[in-house]
């Protein structure tokens, strides 16, 4: 009949708008409030239904959230009594619990389950378990539309079905009539699994965009971190009389948890020193900066190196984690006396570079992390350490992103290679022993990505 023919092409403009609206979505960059009430009055009006309901599942899996439930929906959640009462009176009770009340997808173990295991309202419970679509035309044959009649708005007829895409189940859409509505249709089935399916693929997508904005936010973020701990560290090298002093700092993301510095602590006196926070990225590179400012607030006026980490450690022991430690090595320069003195935090063994033989040895002078002990151990083991440093002898200090960089086959760099890079590049001073490592180190790599900092600082006496 005519009356039949416009129906159905009132019903495929309403279908082709919807699906305009879902595309649209994403060029105008729509919030996901305004998405998710878009697809539940979107499906309202294609299938002239009472109400519709939107529930997401989190990020757990635990719970399906309702964000979004059109006013005056049937509910399709049982609903307690007291709200029932308060319901007869005022109306917005109920909405206003159902768009509050989140159905559970998890018992008490942890575990998924059975709605009757997890306690969940076994109507949306199931569909989301099952991953069906399930069509429930008639109340008075399907005890579980039955049970909720006793609702302000009894619940005569619904479809429900999962938003499944790429493997992944997003949630629960839901579209139900109350007594004063006509019943859903079989052909009105299909038009909501089709609506369901499309629905799904717009929230994945929308999903996704949301989490490359993120990533942008963040990659934003870290370039601001970056760029403020370029300014943290030294971007020259320093002129002290009778040294030559030549470092580098290479990071494995885009900040550093490995630290080096150079001070002047008074007018004969320089300090220089490198430190290793325990573990990678942002949450190093914040201890890093705390470190930093402890350091250079203790170092002026203190030629003692050993005072200096002793202080540093009962600053920052009572801010600093259980699994968190930082290691430091810090050598201060007499360049009136050309006297060395270092002062060793649990950091690596420096090399000492002897020109006259051109051999390498490990200076093992005591000394434990900063930040384990809150100062009674760590005083006693921390020892100043006179450096023998002759003329065009060199002293390393480094990090073990050097001697711990992996080549594609799993295989470390190792003190070995080190120490042939340093006798290698010696000769021609700081500067080339810095070149020769790093070059050495991007040889046996290869293509193998960095997987821990590299902080490199190189003392040559004149």
Known sequence: ?????????????????FLHGLGSAFSDALRPSELHRMIVEGAERILDAHGGALYLTDRNAALLIPTFISKG???LVSVPAHILQQAATTPAALDSYLRLHPVPLTGADGKTGSPEATGGDSILTSVWLDKEALFLPNA???PRLAALRDAALRTESAMIAPLLYAGQNLGILALANGSMSSAFSESDFEVFKAITEQSAFALYNAIVYAEANEKKTLDRDLEIARDIQRILLPSTSPEVAGF???????PARQVSGDYFDYIKVDPTHFGIVIADVSGKGI??????????????????TNDSPMDVLKKVNRQLFPDMKEDMFISMAYVILDHEKGLV?????????????????GAITKINSPGMALGVDSGSVFDRLTRNFTVPLGTNDCLILYTDGITEALDGAGQEFGMERMIQAVQAGAPQGAPA?????????RTFAGIQPQNDDITLIVIRKK
């Open 433 to 441: 022993i810095v070149k020769r490592l790093t070059d050495d180190l």
């Open 73 to 75: 929906c049937p509910p």
């Open 244 to 250: 030559e002093i030549s470092g580098i700092n290479i």
């Open 283 to 300: 949450p190093a590179s914040l201890i890093m900066a705390m470190c930093r400012s402890v350091l250079r607030s203790q170092a002026p």
């Open 341 to 357: 003195n270092l002062a060793r935090a649990g950091h690596d063994a420096p090399l000492l570079y002897t020109a006259a033989t």
């Open 1 to 17: 009949t005519q009356k039949r023919l416009d129906d159905v092409k009132t019903e495929e403009s309403r279908v082709f708008e």
């Open 140 to 142: 008075d044959r399907d």
